[in-house]
């Protein structure tokens, strides 16, 4: 048998695994709960004119809402927090990260054309040593908030809309189940070309990475979070010393729901139908930046974890199609057929994603070139976090977490 039989069949036992053994990652079915999982609930029973699954009182919520320079966004998301039936007492902070395009001004003007929840607009000056901007900003947001003693904080994003009754949901989704962090992660537009091959891939590769199933199973097997909307208890986020625990995190929202998950919080993740993002991404590059800042900080600047995920992207996105035609043209059987099945395979678990996005289904056999460029996109990543320029967001570029000397490194879990 030819090496590149083997490496197809070690490719399609790679699929047959993920297929049944990585939590089902492929179905795109963990949508918000509104029903308690376990019988109970944490609020107490029976109100009058309630609907099934909701609260007996409406705990009070303050959204905090980071934005550096966000002001083409911010007419189509801010209005869309504003205007929340929520039942309870909610309010609005915006966090106005050093931006230079009047976002500030722009979100005290839209509060007041479109009414709804009240909002307060601050500025906290530029992050201290040893911070990202956007969780510095989550600082200034949640402390103010905290004056108000809500039980809840929802961290949402400036390109982030909600439906008007998200917070509702959300709400009740952890009042029902008893949940100390409800994630949804944002319907990412998709419009453009590249949009269409590559934000629906973001998601797979983000869902095959961390299960939604793991993630919500009473005893979990993986901890992640979508930082675009996150409910967060208030007393849990003091329990969890957030965010100054999680202060030099490029990556908050894996790193936020990893410290809720150390102090026994309860988590869930799943996809919205509810909250999209409204950011657009229409060319290659756009794409790829958004990709590139992160990907080798998640990878914790590892050399070695960049060259196994080198391995393994190649192994199971790209010796399938090769084999398939590599086999096809030498006349290897064994190839042929076992790089076509594992790429039948990859295909139809890249299909509930389409659905879920809405694409057509002839994109799914093209993921293997999703995949390649993914690939790039990691490698550059290494390349530009070795050149200084690697965590590098609107002007500002973040050290290696550690780099900073004395008390602004990553505090442990319990210093």
């Not at 609020?43 to 099934?52: F, I, L, P, Y």
């Not at 269409?196 to 793991?214: D, G, I, N, T």
């Not at 229409?282 to 990907?295: C, E, H, K, T, Y």
Request: proline share 8%; glycine share 10%; with cysteine.
């Amino acid at each position: 048998m030819s090496t590149l039989a083997w490496f197809a069949l070690v490719s399609l036992a790679v699929w047959v695994w993920l297929l049944f053994g990585q939590g089902f990652f492929w179905r795109t079915d963990q949508r918000l709960p509104s029903a308690p999982r376990d019988g109970r609930r944490r609020a107490s029973g029976g109100g009058a004119g309630r609907e099934a699954g909701e609260p007996d009182g409406w705990p009070r919520v303050a959204v905090v809402v980071p934005a550096r320079d966000e002001a083409e966004v911010l007419p189509l998301s801010l209005p869309s927090l504003l205007a929340q039936d929520y039942p309870g007492v909610a309010e609005v902070i915006l966090v106005d990260d050093g931006s230079t395009d009047d976002t500030g001004r722009l979100a005290g003007e839209l509060a007041v054309r479109c009414g709804g929840l009240p909002l307060t607009v601050v500025s906290p000056g530029e992050p201290e040593p040893g911070w990202t901007g956007k969780l510095w900003a989550l600082r200034s947001g949640m402390a103010l908030a905290r004056t108000r003693e809500p039980g809840f904080l929802l961290l949402t994003d400036a390109d982030i809309a909600h439906e008007p009754d998200s917070l509702r949901l959300l709400v009740s989704a952890a009042e029902a189940n008893g949940l100390d962090l409800v994630s949804q992660m944002a319907r990412l537009r998709v419009a453009s070309l590249w949009e269409r091959l590559v934000v629906p891939a973001f998601v797979y590769f983000f869902a095959q990475l961390y299960p939604f199933r793991w993630i919500n199973r009473p005893r979990p097997l993986a901890t992640a979070a979508a930082g675009g909307c996150v409910l967060l208890r208030t007393e849990t986020a003091v329990a969890a010393d957030v965010p100054e625990a999680i202060r030099q995190a490029v990556i908050d929202d894996v790193s936020l729901a990893r410290a809720v998950r150390r102090t026994g919080g309860r988590i869930w993740l799943g996809l919205a139908e509810r909250v999209d993002s409204v950011r657009p991404y229409p060319g290659l590059g756009d794409l790829w930046r958004m990709v590139a800042r992160s990907a080798y900080a998640q990878l914790r600047h590892n050399p070695l974890l960049l060259l196994g995920t080198v391995a393994g992207l190649v192994l199971v996105y790209l010796v399938p199609p090769a084999a398939l035609c590599a086999g096809a043209v030498r006349g290897d059987g064994t190839a042929a057929w076992a790089g076509g099945a594992a790429w039948a395979v990859m295909t139809g678990t890249y299909l509930p994603m389409l659905r879920y996005y809405r694409q057509p289904p002839w994109l799914a056999p093209l993921l293997p070139f999703t995949a390649f460029l993914y690939l790039l996109m990691t490698v550059d990543s290494a390349v530009r976090h070795y050149r200084g320029v690697g965590a590098a967001w609107k002007g500002r570029t973040y050290a290696r977490p550690g780099a900073v000397p004395g008390p602004c490194r990553d505090a442990a879990p319990g210093e």
